[in-house]
């Protein structure tokens, strides 16, 4: 009964091929998000979805490319992947609290390295 | 436009002492203010949320922290740390409110270390 579950945990992939990460959650929440961890633990924001609409779309290359099919889920596609890409990749989602504000849930991260 | 720094990127105190972690904001608006933890090769677990109710807000685990408007800061404090404490500590910020409001922006981290 996870509440933002993201597959898979590890994902250890050759440069230049292409790879998804799924994101689902179970919270009813109507927006969900992909935040990127470099290897100094910074949180960057890639992208947001509020009901299937992207909001937020970060300075990410064209490379990645993320896709609602509805709500409850946010997968990311990485195109031609590079060395850089190597990082753990954080879903989340949030709803907005009676009062505010809106509260995010993480998923445990994709660990993706780019060998 | 938001951002938030985290004034020490490592924090190391002995088990049994008060941790003090360190957070400024930046915030056009009344911000929004969340503390959160990652233990490690885990995700992220919230901690406390500020959300204007009251200023000294009370987390999980023990954790407290302050929103002090005058001072921009919103500090996260135990008075007695414990070795399951060892982690990593964000402080967030996001624009006040719901409806538009769905960008957090992170600091850069405290890690805190436990000392027996």
């Known amino acids: 009964d996870t509440a933002v579950s993201q597959t898979p945990k590890y994902l250890v992939t050759q440069m230049g091929n292409d790879k998804s990460i799924k994101c689902e959650q179970n919270?009813?929440?109507?927006?969900m998000y992909w935040y990127k961890q470099d290897s100094k633990k910074f949180l960057k924001i890639m992208f947001s979805?509020?009901?299937?609409?992207?909001?937020i779309n970060e300075t990410v290359p064209n490379r990645f490319s993320p896709k609602s099919p509805d709500k409850a889920h946010l997968n990311l596609h990485i195109n031609s992947l590079e060395l850089g890409d190597s990082a753990v990749y954080f879903c989340?989602?949030?709803?907005?609290?009676?009062?505010?504000?809106?509260?995010?849930?993480f998923g445990q991260g994709t660990r993706l390295t780019v060998v | 436009a938001q951002s938030v720094t985290q004034l020490d990127s490592h924090v190391s105190v002995s088990e049994g002492t008060p941790v003090l972690l360190r957070c400024n904001y930046s915030?056009?608006?009344?911000?929004?203010l969340f503390w959160y933890v990652q233990h490690p090769n885990k995700g992220l677990q919230l901690l406390l949320k500020y959300t204007s109710a009251a200023t000294l807000v009370k987390g999980i685990n023990g954790f407290e922290a302050e929103f002090k408007k005058s001072e921009t800061s919103f500090h996260l404090t135990k008075p007695s740390a414990h070795m399951s404490d060892a982690a990593e500590y964000f402080c967030?910020?996001?624009?006040?409110?719901?409806?538009?409001?769905?960008?957090?922006?992170f600091g850069k981290g405290t890690l805190l270390t436990v000392n027996p």
């Open positions: 989340a989602s949030s709803q907005v609290g009676v009062r505010g504000p809106r509260v995010a849930f």
């Open positions: 979805y509020n009901n299937k609409e992207l909001i």
């Open positions: 915030s056009s608006y009344s911000p929004s």
């Open positions: 919270l009813g929440h109507d927006t």
């Open positions: 967030v910020v996001s624009a006040p409110g719901g409806g538009s409001n769905y960008k957090l922006t």
